[in-house]
């Protein structure tokens, strides 16, 4: 207290708040260490996800199901009923889209 002079100046009201952890966390923002909760995020996002439907683990990157197929999250679901829609409005878009992957693939068509 004696450092900072008279107990009634600003310097004390400007830093009284501060705890350890807001010193901590400057100290590994400035010697760039990641902080813990940071590196439990990071694990989340790289975590298996399990479908829903047969229990089955999926990479985080994977939209759909290796073992039964079904999307895995809601966005893909909604995605999957948008296109849905298109085809069912334009009913030679999926005859299209076929001959389209055939193609690419080079399968001969019967
Ligand atoms: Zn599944």
Redesign the pocket.
């Known amino acids: 207290m004696l450092a900072w002079g008279a107990i009634g100046s600003n310097m004390l009201s400007t830093y009284a708040h501060l705890t350890v952890d807001d010193a901590d966390r400057e100290l590994m923002q400035f010697y760039g260490v990641v902080p813990e909760e940071e590196l439990n995020q990071a694990d989340n996002t790289m975590s298996p996800q399990q479908?829903?439907?047969?229990?089955?683990l999926?990479p985080r990157s994977n939209q759909f199901?290796?073992?039964?197929?079904?999307a895995?999250s809601a966005e893909t679901v909604a995605t999957m009923a948008d296109l849905q829609k298109e085809i069912d409005l334009d009913s030679q878009l999926l005859q299209r889209i076929t001959q389209m992957v055939l193609e690419a693939q080079n399968i001969p068509q019967s």
């Open positions: 479908c829903k439907h047969c229990g089955m999926n199901c290796g073992g039964c197929a079904s895995l």
